[in-house]
């Protein structure tokens, strides 16, 4: 039997290190659920390139990642997520719409942008559990 996309817009997001903090000092990040057409294209150059590049995870925290509660700076101060206030178009055809700014993304690690562009593509995939089987 088929099973459809999940309409779940939006999930949150807790890094691997934070799970072990008491949840109130838990990072949470909003990750948006990819349409089904930029999906199978996201998938198309994932294989074409062979693993996760930098190019992809950029691409990823651009179409996935829509916010944070609880990410401060080193002073313990709120960092602001900020949008564009425009679409984009990525070089292979995919726009975004309202994506976060360069300065906002790279207050993350390059191991946390891994991390949460992995979790933007299981966000957007239908799993044996979703499906109820």
């Not at 799970?19 to 990819?34: I, S």
């Not at 390139?49 to 190019?55: D, I, M």
């Not at 950029?58 to 564009?84: A, V, Y």
């Not at 191991?111 to 949460?116: G, H, I, N, V």
């Amino acid at each position: 039997m088929a099973v459809a996309r999940s309409t779940k817009e939006s999930q949150d997001y807790v890094l691997q290190a934070d799970r072990k903090l008491p949840v109130e000092q838990q990072t949470k990040f909003h990750l948006a659920t990819m349409k089904t057409h930029t999906h199978v294209r996201v998938q198309g150059m994932l294989a074409t390139a062979g693993n996760l590049t930098g190019e992809l995870v950029w691409l990823l925290l651009k179409l996935g990642l829509t916010g944070w509660t609880g990410f401060n700076d080193e002073q313990g101060q709120p960092i602001p997520f900020t949008r564009e206030s425009r679409k984009l178009t990525h070089a292979s055809g995919i726009e975004i719409q309202n994506p976060a700014t360069d300065t906002t993304l790279n207050w993350l690690t390059v191991e946390d942008a891994y991390e949460l562009a992995g979790a933007i593509l299981r966000a957007s995939t239908v799993t044996v559990d979703d499906a109820g089987n």
